[in-house]
């Protein structure tokens, strides 16, 4: 549940508009196309703009991170964006195991601290996240 509201926050914030200067302006006029420039042209569907619960939702989700080593908070973020493995793996500099393993503590880290429980610091990474798929 964790990552598939990662992954929704991440759709939240692409679909918002683009953030511009302030005082920015278009001097273009609007282009209208008339019906003949539209024939024989797919139709562009739009997804509707998130309303303000799915913004709150996204927000909450993205505080989430904060729980992580920068680090971690990166990868789990990159990988909420649907970023493949082998780019990651490129950008960080480390092996898709590495990748797969940090990944997986840090889903497993979130999920420990909504449930209101401290992360113990003395265990194994490998701890947390079979602490948390039982």
């Known amino acids: 549940m964790v990552e598939a509201r990662l992954e929704s926050a991440a759709d939240v914030f692409r679909s918002l508009p683009e953030v511009k ?3 920015y302006f278009n ?13 024989g042209q797919e139709p562009r569907m739009r997804r509707p703009k998130p309303g303000p619960r799915d913004i709150t939702q996204a927000d909450d989700a993205l505080l989430w991170l904060r729980w992580l080593d920068p680090a971690d908070a990166r990868l789990v973020w ?20 590495t990748a797969n393993r940090r990944w997986q503590y840090g889903i497993a880290v979130i ?4 449930n209101g429980k401290r992360v113990p610091s003395k265990r194994s990474m490998e701890f947390v996240v079979a602490k948390v798929t039982h």
Do not use: M, T
Not at 27 to 39: I, M, R, T
Not at 86 to 97: D, M, N
């Open 21 to 23: 200067p302030q005082g």
């Open 27 to 39: 001097a273009w006029p609007e282009y209208f196309h008339s019906f003949a420039d539209q024939v």
């Open 78 to 97: 990159l990988r909420a964006n649907r970023k493949p493995w082998k780019p990651i793996c490129w950008e960080l500099g480390i092996s898709r195991a």
């Open 111 to 114: 999920v420990w601290r909504l």
